[in-house]
């Protein structure tokens, strides 16, 4: 730009010094053209003075015959070609013609004429005088010398310039060039323009034939008094001087002007790249600095111009950069802060700080929207120079928060408004004057306001509104990922339905408890409390309601226990309570005391009470135990104490319980909770016709990765536990629903048996549990068979559970007969419609006569009392000829079929049934 200008200068100034030249060129020639035209005329006016003072000198002579003595007296004077005479005055005076009276008059009184007449080529120039041939007076006319009058007008070349002398009538009398008549006429113009008398020769200029001309108009003025004559004028002239006529004359200085030019071209080129050279050498300073994360300026002071301005831009490009950098940086440590800290609100102080950083803010809040009041918040501040600011409640303009919503580039505000920017009062109280808003958004909804506050309208960089977008959209993630989190977390450690926490959450905190015990000495609980008869609740009025009396039941529970005490639901019904600091287990059994009567509080549910009631294990940390497993164990055995006692009782674990068969007791109750049991089935054949009349259900346990367990090697522990009782509600409703399956099929049998054991009997609630199962299943009671032993009759709560049983239509057999103690009292008096002789007596017949006796007695008794006669265990074909021979009715035994599947029973049930219905087609 600079050098343009210069040239554009230079240029400018080369053309105003051509102009000035070409000025100066005129003046000087038309100076010259003056002082030639005066120097002429000067010469001529001489030249005329001297030849008028020849003829003067002669004149007073006698002119002689036809003036030949005046001819002879003028022979040797240069300036005289000829004499002419005239006779007289008034005739035509030889080429002249005839004389004027004023002329005459002159001439008579004794003055020279000076008079021009066009010649031959030249114009011919005379000087008139009287004079006298003896007395007469005649005219002589001396003819003046051309050669003399014009010397050194035509030879001299005047620089260039024309000199032409031109008479008063326009005639001319000479020219150092030969004039055309327009030129000619143009003289004449000029030299008529000029004003007269002129002392000095009068400045022209004008333009002829497409050139322009310069010139001067002097005037020869007689040099003599005695001469008479009209002036003459002498004028010079050249072409008017042009810019290439000036240049020409540059050029004569050409050598000089260059030599300047290049030492002041030399000079300008040192003082350009000197510019340059600073500011290059700083640029590559500056650039290696920002290589290495530096961020220098260029210093301006010595650069100029449009090194200045390229350092000018450079700053401001490094400065932009640095900016730009630093918001980048802030930003990654906003990122790092925020995935490195688990909790957002921790480390807001020192990302509010970093965003305040970035947005070159006075003060910086965020305000965290409460889900479920959206109209309030809780700011969090960070404002420069200033304490950690306390957390503050304050109301935001759900109006606001919807337009945010659509403003993700962010809003300014300029002019608070009481109610509708009352979220910034906290920023205002801090100075700021001026905001700039962005919403912070979590799954597409608004969860919180970044607002920024400046003193002063700022010069708002451009950058501002997309770093302040992207803070707000950190904010967003790092807020979904902590209600993530927490939500998370909560699924993990929560139970869904009650908010108690889970079987992990209450995990990690007996850990924690038995740590904090195991250090610093103190004692606590645990509590196992089971639920007793929940199931009925859920199959009488369905799981819905049962999930209601669950949330109720943790309610109450929590309501039991002191601030900083566990309650946790492990599934289903069951539930732990972590007493910390228990003191002696007194104070533990009276909070078990609490839940129970807490628990026996009727529940009501759309109208209709509830009566639940809990048995409670109670383990002592770290007295009875230091690992989890161990006191989970513990509880769990004193739980099923409490049940077997008779439920709605309280127990504490004791080492004598440790006696019970230790696989069976707890991997019992986990068979139980992971359905880990099956019930296969035995068919029993009637000895009469050989037909399938019933189906025996026998249980079976298959744990994980172990061999399938049978009822010997467990039901003794469930009996000891109480467990039983559970599985025996299983046992139940498995077989009613299998035998409804089969129902629906049309492939039943006649019957259904399942073995009860005493333990089941004595619950006093048995035959109600019986009558809803086969309501449920919508089984016949007549269908179903309970199989009960001796022992049976000895106790006076089973006794009175089988009469009720055999009330509602249950049939009712004596199993393993002949093994217990029963007397034939008790066969006649009970509602007992069939009796199993036991595989015992059946093994040695029929070669052992003992055996077969006793096994035909039993029979013919059987008889006797109206029972059915059942024989189990029948293994070969001898012992079912011998069973049939003496009428038993019924048979079963590996011998007809083993117990199998469910699933292997319907197929020999639907293969009985196409077998006998192919047989009645036969016979029909
Ligand atoms: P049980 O009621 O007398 O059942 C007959 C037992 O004799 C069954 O044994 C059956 O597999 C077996 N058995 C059947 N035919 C023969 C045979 O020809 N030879 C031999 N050696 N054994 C035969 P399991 O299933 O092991 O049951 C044993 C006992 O466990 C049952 O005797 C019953 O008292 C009891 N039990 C079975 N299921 C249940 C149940 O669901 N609840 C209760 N409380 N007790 C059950
Ligand atoms: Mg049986
Ligand atoms: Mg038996």
């Known amino acids: 730009m600079t050098a343009l200008l210069l040239l554009v200068m230079l240029a400018g100034a080369g053309w105003a010094g051509l102009v000035l030249l070409q000025d100066r060129t005129a003046r000087d020639a038309s100076i010259q053209l003056q002082e030639l035209s005066q120097s002429y005329a000067r010469e001529l006016r001489a030249r005329l003075a001297e030849a008028t003072a020849t003829v003067q000198s002669v004149i007073i002579y006698d002119a002689g015959p036809g003036g030949s003595w005046l001819q ?184 000089w002007l260059l030599c300047v030019a290049l030492v002041l071209a030399a000079v300008a080129a040192w003082y350009l790249s000197r510019g340059w050279e600073l500011t290059l050498l700083e640029l590559r300073h500056s650039l290696r600095g920002l290589a290495d994360g530096r961020y220098e300026r260029i210093g301006l002071g010595k650069s100029r111009d449009a090194p200045r301005a390229v350092a000018v831009e450079f700053n401001r490009a490094v400065g932009l950069m640095e900016e730009r950098v630093r918001a980048l940086n802030s930003l990654n440590d906003i990122d790092r802060l925020l995935l490195e800290s688990g909790d957002l609100e921790q480390s807001l102080d020192t990302v509010l700080g970093l965003i305040q950083r970035i947005t070159g803010s006075h003060n910086v809040s965020l305000a965290l929207i409460d889900q479920d009041a959206p109209g309030h918040a809780r700011a969090y501040i960070a404002a420069a120079a200033a304490a950690p600011i306390p957390v503050s409640r304050i109301s935001v303009d759900v109006e606001l928060v919807e337009t945010l919503q659509q403003q993700r580039s962010g809003l300014t505000v300029l002019r608070c408004e009481p109610i509708r920017h009352s979220f910034l009062e906290p920023l205002r109280a801090l100075g700021a004057e001026f905001f700039w808003l962005w919403p912070v958004c979590s799954q597409e909804r608004v969860v919180a306001i970044l607002a920024v506050g400046y003193k002063s309208a700022p010069e708002v960089p451009p950058e501002l509104a997309s770093y302040g977008t992207e803070c707000a959209t950190r904010l967003g993630v790092a807020l979904s990922n902590s209600a993530r989190d927490e939500q998370l977390y909560r699924q993990a450690h929560f139970d869904a339905l009650t908010s108690l926490p889970n079987r992990l959450l209450f995990r990690d905190r007996l850990a924690q408890e038995l740590t904090s015990a195991a250090a610093g000495g103190q004692r606590g609980a645990l509590l196992y409390v089971d639920l007793d008869h929940f199931k009925k609740v859920n199959d009488s009025v369905g799981h819905s309601a049962g999930d209601q009396v669950l949330t109720i039941v943790a309610q109450r529970l929590r309501s039991c226990i002191k601030d900083g005490d566990t309650v946790a639901r492990l599934g289903g019904d069951e539930f732990t309570v972590i007493l910390r600091n228990a003191g002696n287990p007194d104070g533990a059994l009276r909070i078990a005391n609490r839940i129970i009567q807490s628990l026996q509080q009727p529940v009501s549910i759309a109208g209709r009470d509830h009566f639940v009631c809990a048995s409670i294990g109670i383990t002592m940390f770290p007295d009875d135990g230091t690992t989890i497993d161990e006191l989970m164990r513990n509880a769990d055995l004193a739980m099923y104490q409490a049940k077997a006692g008779g439920r709605a009782r309280a127990v504490f674990y004791d080492r004598q319980m440790e006696r019970m068969p230790p696989a069976a007791e707890s991997g019992l109750f986990r068979a139980l909770r992971r359905r880990e049991f099956s019930l296969y089935y035995q068919p029993q054949y009637s000895l009469r016709d050989g037909k399938l009349v019933a189906l025996e259900a026998l249980l079976r346990w298959q744990p994980p990765r172990e061999g399938m367990r049978f009822p010997a090697e467990f039901v003794p522990a469930a009996e000891q536990t109480g467990l039983i009782v559970d599985i025996g509600v299983w046992v139940l409703e498995t077989a009613c629903a299998q035998l409804a399956t089969w129902r629906n099929q049309g492939i039943a049998p006649e019957r259904l048996a399942m073995n009860v054991s005493v333990y089941q009997l004595r619950q006093l609630d048995f035959p109600e549990v019986v009558r809803r199962a086969l309501e449920h299943f919508d089984v016949p009671a007549k269908l179903l068979e309970i199989e009960i032993t001796e022992s049976v009759f000895a106790d006076d709560e089973a006794r009175s559970t089988m009469r009720q049983l055999a009330m509602l239509g249950v049939r009712l057999s004596l199993d393993d007969f002949g093994t217990g103690y029963s007397s034939l009292g008790y066969l006649r008096q009970h509602p007992v419609q069939a009796i199993k002789i036991d595989r015992s007596f059946i093994e040695d017949i029929p070669q052992n006569d003992t055996a077969a006796t006793l096994a035909e007695t039993m029979i013919n008794m059987a008889h006797a009392l109206g029972k059915v006669v059942v024989a189990e265990g029948v293994e070969t074909s001898e012992q079912l000829e011998f069973l049939r021979a003496r009428r038993c009715d019924m048979a079963q035994g590996f011998f007809l079929a083993h117990p199998r599947t469910a699933a292997d029973t319907t197929e020999l049930l639907s293969a009985r049934q196409s077998a006998e219905l192919g047989l009645s087609r036969q016979t029909g």
Do not use: C
């Open 72 to 255: 002879q007296r003028t022979q040797r004077a240069a300036s005289i070609r000829g004499v002419v005479v005239a006779r007289t005055p008034g005739d035509p005076v030889g080429p002249l013609g005839a004389l004027s009276a004023s002329e005459q008059m002159a001439l008579s009184s004794g003055s020279t004429l000076l008079i021009a007449a066009p010649g031959k080529g030249a114009s011919q120039v005379y000087l008139v005088h009287n004079a006298n041939i003896g007395a007469t007076t005649v005219v002589a006319l001396f003819e003046l010398s051309s050669e003399w009058l014009w010397q050194g007008l035509r030879d001299s070349s005047h620089g260039g310039s024309t000199l032409a002398v031109i008479d008063s009538g326009g005639l001319l009398l000479d020219s150092s060039a030969t004039l055309s008549d327009e030129e000619l006429a143009q003289l004449v113009r000029e030299r008529d323009a000029v004003a007269e008398p002129a002392e000095h020769p009068a400045p022209r200029s004008w333009i002829t034939g497409h050139r322009a001309w310069q010139g001067t108009v002097g005037r020869v003025v007689p040099g003599s008094v005695h001469l008479v004559a009209e002036p003459w004028s002498v004028l010079a002239y050249a072409p008017a001087p042009t810019l290439s006529s000036a240049l020409l004359t540059v050029t004569e200085h050409l050598p």
